[in-house]
């Protein structure tokens, strides 16, 4: 069945420092591949999407691309700050029920100052 | 911009309580969604919903239930609470017409059944 796989976490890092959150997925098909984004004591928001192979999505100096040789979606900003301190979802959307989900465990990601 | 609201952030209840989730969205999206989400397991699906009235299993329905009798309204409802239930539990809806269908999320009900 389809599935996400992440890397677990907790991720620390100082404040500008490179991120990479690696995500990949197995899934009938070529999904749509989210990355949401939860900030403590919040529910989850869309940080960004792609909807098909090599579709990169980019928001907030976030990026990933959508790698369909690789099954990957990789999180990915070049420079972190204190306020991007949160948890991080990779998720597909089934192709062949719209309706369908999948997420991954969640990656917390502590940046110190 | 789309609101999804959850009746209560924090809630405490006793084992074998009736306990009632309510959510509400203001953007007429036709699908709601019910989700838990536990350390280490990311989100599970419970239940969903894509029209009044109108409901299905998700991959962890048993001890819950739903109803939509509105629209815009989508109630979570545990018919006698376990401590195996105390979790984070997220509303989320998305309409069939905005493809990718993706999910807006309310802010989420800790509950703890002691």
């Known amino acids: 069945g389809d599935s996400v796989t992440q890397m677990e976490g907790p991720v620390t890092l100082s404040e500008e420092a490179c991120l990479t959150i690696n995500c990949t997925y197995t899934a009938t098909g070529y999904p749509s591949l989210f990355w949401y984004v939860q900030y403590p004591g919040e529910g989850l928001q869309l940080l960004l999407k792609?909807?098909?192979?090599?579709d990169k999505g980019s928001n907030k100096g976030f990026e990933a691309t959508y790698r369909k040789e690789t099954t990957s979606f990789h999180l990915e900003k070049g420079s972190v700050q204190v306020s991007d301190s949160a948890v991080y979802f990779c998720a597909l959307n089934a192709v062949y029920n719209f309706n369908k989900f999948y997420f991954g465990s969640g990656t917390k990601l502590n940046v110190k100052p | 911009d789309v609101k999804v609201t959850q009746s209560s952030r924090y809630l405490v209840k006793r084992t074998g309580e009736k306990v009632f989730l309510e959510c509400v969205q203001d953007?007429?999206?036709?699908?709601m969604f019910w989700y838990r989400q536990d350390p280490g397991l990311g989100l599970r699906l419970i239940y969903f919903s894509y029209d009044v009235k109108m409901k299905e299993k998700g991959d962890i329905p048993e001890g819950y239930s739903v109803s939509r009798e509105k629209k815009e309204r989508f109630s979570l409802i545990l018919e006698s609470a376990s401590t195996n239930q105390t979790s984070m539990y997220l509303c989320?809806?998305?309409?069939?017409?905005?493809?990718?269908?993706?999910?807006?999320f309310g802010p989420g009900t800790r509950l703890t059944v002691t």
């Open positions: 989320a809806s998305s309409s069939p017409g905005q493809g990718p269908y993706e999910q807006y």
């Open positions: 792609a909807t098909k192979a090599d």
């Open positions: 953007m007429d999206h036709e699908n």
